[in-house]
Antibody, heavy 121, light 106 residues
Framework: QIALKESGPALVKPTQTLTLTCSFS??????????VSWIRQSPGKALEWLAL???????RYNPSLKNRLTITKDASKDQVVLTMTNMDPVDTATYYC?????????????WGQGTLVTVSS | SYELTQSPSVSVSPGQTARINCSGV?????VHWYQQKPGQAPVLVIY???KRPSGIAERFSGSSSGTTVTLTISGVQAEDEADYYC??????????FGGGTKLTVL
C-alpha cells in the first residue's frame, strides 16, 4: 500500500527559502518509470503542479516557477525534497506530494495529506 | 501558456447524470480526472482518458472527442458532491491542471 507524507515548516517569512520533504512507502524510486510530483493548492484555488522527479533523476518543473524550484530525491531514504526560493505571501498554499506510477501517463494515483505553508512576516 | 478550461460549476439532482468537460487538450495527450472533497487530498477517479483505478465506482467514466474530454458520473449520489479537476500534459512534458468544476448535488 502506497503512502506519502509531507513535512516542513508551517510558517515561512517572505524572501525565505521553503524546504519540504516527502517521505513515502509502498514503492521505490529505483523502479523504472516511477516518479514523485509536488502539487500545491492556494486556499480556495485550483491545483497547481510544481515539479516531478523520475526514478532516473530526470526532473520537470512548472515553467512559470522553474527559476525558484529544485526537486531532489534520496531513494535510499524513500524521500523527495522540494525547495522553493524567495517565498511570497502568494505562495501560501497546501503543498502535496504524489506518486506517479509507471505507464499511467502522467497521472498521480496516490497523494499525501498535504501540508499547509503560510508565508507571512 | 497552456491551459485547460473547465466550467466553474455543474448542478444535478441525485440519480441524474453529470457531465464535466475539460477543453484545450493537446493532441495525443492523455487526460486524468481527480475528485477533491473539502479538506481532503484529491483522489484519482479516471486516468488515460477513460481508465478507472481500482476501487473507483463504475458510475465514473471518461471519454474524449477532439480537444474536449468529458468526465461522466452516472446515477449521481450525494457523496459525489466535490470539486473535479482535469489534468493533462504539454509538449515539455509538464503537467497542467484545469481550473476545477464544483459539482453540486441538489
Amino acid at each position: 500500500q502506497i503512502a506519502l507524507k509531507e513535512s516542513g515548516p508551517a510558517l515561512v517569512k517572505p524572501t525565505q527559502t521553503l524546504t519540504l520533504t516527502c517521505s513515502f512507502s509502498g514503492f521505490s524510486l529505483n523502479t523504472s518509470g516511477v516518479g514523485v510530483s509536488w502539487i500545491r493548492q492556494s486556499p480556495g484555488k485550483a491545483l497547481e503542479w510544481l515539479a516531478l522527479i523520475y526514478w532516473n533523476d530526470d526532473k520537470r518543473y512548472n515553467p512559470s516557477l522553474k527559476n525558484r524550484l529544485t526537486i531532489t530525491k534520496d531513494a535510499s531514504k524513500d524521500q523527495v525534497v522540494l525547495t522553493m526560493t524567495n517565498m511570497d505571501p502568494v505562495d501560501t498554499a497546501t503543498y502535496y506530494c504524489a506518486h506517479r506510477p509507471r505507464d499511467w501517463g502522467f497521472a498521480v494515483d496516490s497523494w499525501g495529506q498535504g501540508t499547509l505553508v503560510t508565508v507571512s512576516s | 501558456s497552456y491551459e485547460l478550461t473547465q466550467s466553474p460549476s455543474v448542478s444535478v439532482s441525485p440519480g441524474q447524470t453529470a457531465r464535466i468537460n475539460c477543453s484545450g487538450v493537446l493532441p495525443k495527450q492523455y487526460v486524468h480526472w481527480y475528485q477533491q472533497k473539502p479538506g481532503q487530498a484529491p483522489v484519482l477517479v479516471i486516468y488515460k482518458d477513460e481508465k478507472r483505478p481500482s476501487g473507483i465506482a463504475e458510475r465514473f467514466s471518461g471519454s474524449s472527442s477532439g480537444t474536449t474530454v468529458t468526465l461522466t458520473i452516472s446515477g449521481v449520489q450525494a457523496e459525489d458532491e466535490a470539486d473535479y479537476y482535469c489534468q493533462s500534459t504539454d509538449s515539455n512534458p509538464s503537467m497542467v491542471f484545469g481550473g476545477g468544476t464544483k459539482l453540486t448535488v441538489l
